[in-house]
């Protein structure tokens, strides 16, 4: 019978420096002792004796793996697909079955004291797609179309196609990061999916390299699917939960919330009608005072109403976006 191994992985998100960044690792092989090429997701096995919930057990090896400790938390998805070559999960588990449950963590500041092989990376390093905040990425027409209109040998294929990567004046979904990761690795084009190939095969993979800038950086494992995962979770949930204020410090100017908001769900938004928007969800309050933007006037410090939180659900931000 096989064994089954629980794991346990997190997609921690804060901002910098008007970047959406991601905690990333760098194992060490159980086997060789030698640090990964790859980044990856922090990732720990569920220990059934020590760990009283999978959160706690979550918290308790982010912490210990990366000297970070979590605030935000909320379960993602479980990833339970054959194959998975998950690191740190196998230790001692032999030919074990992973099945990896995702967390979604966001915090209000990137901490700089992590432990070593521990970073902050912009998504945009394994999604450089997703980025449309200066408007529509040129690698997509130089690079991805042409690449997914070589393999796409039926209208289905074409159609998927069209639509994920806003061809031919289709519009672009900014929360469709894991259709739109899923359909290049379908196509071949996402590095892992050769790995994964020769691993069902029976086979002994090393860890891919890029093959273009353009498709982004490989991950270990099936941590880009668990990245992706995330990240149009939470570019969801801007919408319809006030998320976002989870990636502010406790006071903030209007113009930070705003930027804070568009890394995340990768565009640009219309000031005014995002200020509108935010009036009417009265999710903000004014402080009184002000605080000197970089290269701009003083500009009023705002605070998220938490109370409106604890009274019952509360709603997201509005999305509206820049159009040129």
Excluded: C
Aim: glycine residues 8%; proline residues 7%.
């Amino acid at each position: 019978m096989t064994e089954i191994v629980i794991g346990l992985s997190a997609v921690v998100v804060a901002i910098r420096e008007d970047q959406a960044v991601v905690l990333t690792v760098r194992p060490q092989d159980a086997r060789t002792h030698r640090t990964s090429a790859l980044a990856g997701l922090p990732f720990g096995p569920f220990d059934p004796d020590g760990h009283r919930t999978f959160e706690l057990g979550l918290r308790a090896f982010v912490s210990e793996q990366t000297r970070f400790e979590l605030g935000y938390v909320e379960q993602l998805y479980t990833f339970g697909d054959k194959g998975r070559d998950a690191p740190l999960a196998d230790v001692g588990a032999g030919a074990a079955r992973v099945i990896s449950v995702g967390y979604l963590a966001l915090t209000t500041k990137a901490e700089e004291a992590l432990a070593p092989d521990t970073v902050w990376t912009p998504f945009t390093r394994f999604f450089p797609w997703e980025d449309w905040r200066q408007g529509r990425p040129a690698l997509i027409d130089e690079a991805i179309a042409p690449a997914l209109t070589h393999w796409a040998s039926t209208p289905e294929r074409l159609g998927r196609a069209r639509l994920l990567f806003a061809l031919d004046g289709a519009p672009w979904n900014e929360e469709r990061v894991l259709d739109r990761y899923e359909l290049l690795y379908e196509a071949g084009l996402a590095p892992e999916a050769a790995r994964d190939r020769q691993r069902a095969r029976g086979g002994a993979a090393d860890e891919p390299a890029a093959l273009s800038p353009a498709l982004g950086e490989p991950m270990l494992s099936d941590h880009r699917r668990i990245l992706a995962t995330g990240l149009g979770r939470l570019r969801g949930k801007l919408k319809y939960r006030p998320v976002a204020f989870e990636l502010t410090p406790p006071e903030f100017t209007l113009s930070e919330l705003q930027r804070t908001v568009e890394a995340v769900a990768g565009v640009s938004l219309h000031k005014q009608n995002f200020r509108r928007g935010l009036e009417r969800t009265d999710l903000v309050e004014g402080l009184g005072r002000l605080h000197a933007e970089t290269g701009g006037r003083p500009a009023e410090l705002f605070r998220f109403r938490r109370d409106l939180v604890r009274a019952g659900p509360a709603p997201g931000l509005p999305l509206p976006l820049l159009r040129d």
